[in-house]
């Protein structure tokens, strides 16, 4: 049942769809590509994940807010959603650790939201007609005025916008005693891989998205990591020479989700846009090395292209396939200590099954 106290909220799609519902968080207007996640926890981890950027986040789960905001429960140091779709806002929360509920916290970090909508209908509508770009408004309800507003928004095709969350200034991350320093291409990376690494004896130190080879080889790293991060990973030609120069240098190299998609642009195999991407914490994988499939954790809107792949045999071989729709999940260089995958085996929030793949980074750091 709709809360009549809050103020009224509209949903505006690109194609003209309208969805009218309540207010939640701040009072104002956002704009962004919409997409949808199907996880049934985890919101604050979403929330702050930088892969997320520039896009209006639908929430399939029922509640959000229901057991409060918690300040550890962070991917990155702020929220990076650029909207808010759910059908309950939530803002009385009964957990201990909690530390605060999500409307401060969404007034706190200026996100504009809606709720009291049928994001069942929403998520279906999305299904069959494709990603497309949407606005949330709760202080401008003419939708004419809307439609101009959207118009001017820019299309998720050929964005960049990696080096828009990347961190300005290098840092380090970990022990500085570890057994392996691991240089971390920073497109957006999630804190839990980092502590992921940390776990198990590395020191990292995160460069910002454009880092040059040449500065990256002056910390004398182990091995080379390329993260995950928003937008198209068309245009980031920077990154895709960067990774063609750790190749070169026959340096341990791992990547995740837009760093899978960019190594994949270095051994010169596109990209290309999703109809609706993946997005949540149940997504089906099978490991074609070892016949075992892996239930994911997944937030992408491109993919790498399975026909280049196939053309290219000779130099990649692919390990890892979607079960829902046989996308490439996963690959490895043929003669090379590389490898990625689309998912995200930090898993947080999500299942843990595809951890191992941290190992076997480390274990091609040990080797080399």
Do not use: W
Request: glycine content about 8%; overall charge negative.
């Amino acid at each position: 049942m709709a809360n009549s106290s809050l103020p009224p909220a509209i949903l505006l799609l690109e194609d003209g769809t309208v969805y009218r519902g309540k207010a939640a968080g701040k009072i104002g207007t956002t704009t962004g590509e919409i997409c949808f996640n199907t996880g049934m926890t985890g919101y604050q981890e979403i929330f702050t994940d930088p892969s997320y950027f520039g896009q209006i986040l639908v929430m399939t789960n029922a509640h959000i807010g229901n057991y409060g905001v918690k300040n550890e429960e962070v991917e990155s140091n702020s929220l990076k959603i650029a909207g808010l779709v759910c059908k309950n806002f939530t803002v009385p929360y009964h957990r201990p650790q909690a530390t605060q509920n999500i409307q401060d916290y969404f007034e706190e970090g200026g996100m504009v939201g809606i709720s009291d909508v049928d994001t069942r209908a929403i998520v279906r509508h999305i299904r069959d007609k494709g990603a497309m770009n949407a606005i949330i408004s709760s202080e401008e309800l003419d939708v004419a005025i809307l439609k101009k507003r959207l118009a001017e928004a820019p299309s998720m095709k050929g964005l960049e916008l990696a080096s828009k969350v990347s961190t300005k200034e290098s840092y380090t991350y970990g022990q500085s005693d570890a057994k392996y320093k691991v240089a971390v291409l920073d497109f957006g990376v999630k804190e839990n891989i980092l502590r992921s690494f940390a776990q198990r004896d590395c020191f990292m130190k995160v460069f910002p998205a454009k880092t040059s080879m040449e500065e990256l080889e002056a910390f004398k790293a182990d091995g080379y990591f390329l993260s995950n991060g928003p937008g198209d990973p068309a245009p980031m030609e920077y990154a895709t020479q960067t990774a063609k120069a750790i190749l070169a240098a026959e340096k341990p190299l791992f990547g995740i989700c837009l760093g899978h998609q960019i190594l994949a642009q270095a051994l010169d195999i596109p990209t290309y846009k999703m109809h609706n991407g993946h997005r949540g914490i149940n997504h089906p994988v099978k490991n074609l090395v070892t016949g075992k499939s892996e239930i994911t954790s997944q937030n992408h809107g491109f993919g790498v292209s399975p026909a280049a792949i196939k053309a290219n045999a000779d130099k990649v071989e692919i390990t890892h396939v979607n079960l829902n729709d046989d996308t490439i999940e996963g690959i490895r260089v043929i003669g090379k200590p590389a490898f990625s995958v689309q998912y995200h085996p930090e898993s947080n929030p999500g299942p843990h099954d595809a951890r191992y793949l941290f190992d076997q980074f480390v274990a091609l750091m040990a080797d080399s």
